[in-house]
Structures are given as structure tokens and as C-alpha cells.
Nanobody
Framework: QVQLVESGGGLVQAGGSLRLSCAAS?????MGWFRQAPGKERDSVAL????????NYADSVKGRFSISRDNAKNTVYLQMNSLKPEDTAVYYCAASRYNSAWSLRSYDYWGQGTQVTVSS
């Protein structure tokens, strides 16, 4: 069983930056960040494979967000720049049993979520 703990959320003004971290209790493979705004479905934001050699981003965050990982620390990061009010959501870290996972249904373990609020 893998446990995931997110940190780094908060309130920021539009145009600002935040860095989310997700620490895993055990070995993880593909990992990703998802987000869910009130009344909306949970969507993928950024995904990364086991080695970090491949990433995938939602169109809405390309060029602004960057996912990375440190396997020695069992930690994945999401650097969020040029934040917009529409980025406001609860952000979830997730881990998969597969080396690469590019859809939500491939993720088996989820963190508790961290709130990101971007004010205009």
C-alpha cells in the first residue's frame, strides 16, 4: 500500500507561483497531479513516468506548469507559474502500478488533496 502526502497549496494572486510536493511512503511508478474544481470532474494536470523521461500536460497548463520527480526521495513536484483564477481547485497527487500511466483510471493510490486558490 502506498500513501501519498501533498503539501504546498495555498492562496496566491493571479500571475503568482506555487510549488506542490507529494511524498510517497513506498516505491512508486508513474505519478501524476490531478485537480478537481467544485462541481466539476477530476481531470489530469500533469503526468510523469517512472524514470521521468516522459511527461504529459493538460493543454490548459502547458508552458506554465512543470512536473518533476526525485526517485531517491520518493517525491514528485508540480511547479505552477503564471497562475490564473481558473487554476483554482483541489489538487491531488496520484501513483500508479505501471511505469507509464496516461489516464486517470490507471492510478491506484491517491493523496488527500491540497487546495490551491488563485485570486484575481
Amino acid at each position: 500500500q502506498v500513501q501519498l502526502v501533498e503539501s504546498g497549496g495555498g492562496l496566491v494572486q493571479a500571475g503568482g507561483s506555487l510549488r506542490l510536493s507529494c511524498a510517497a511512503s513506498g516505491r512508486t511508478y508513474a505519478m501524476g497531479w490531478f485537480r478537481q474544481a467544485p462541481g466539476k470532474e477530476r481531470d489530469s494536470v500533469a503526468l510523469i513516468n517512472w524514470s521521468g523521461s516522459s511527461t504529459n500536460y493538460a493543454d490548459s497548463v502547458k508552458g506554465r506548469f512543470s512536473i518533476s520527480r526525485d526517485n531517491a526521495k520518493n517525491t514528485v513536484y508540480l511547479q505552477m507559474n503564471s497562475l490564473k483564477p481558473e487554476d483554482t481547485a483541489v489538487y491531488y497527487c496520484a501513483a500508479s502500478r505501471y511505469n507509464s500511466a496516461w489516464s486517470l483510471r490507471s492510478y491506484d493510490y491517491w493523496g488527500q488533496g491540497t487546495q490551491v486558490t488563485v485570486s484575481s
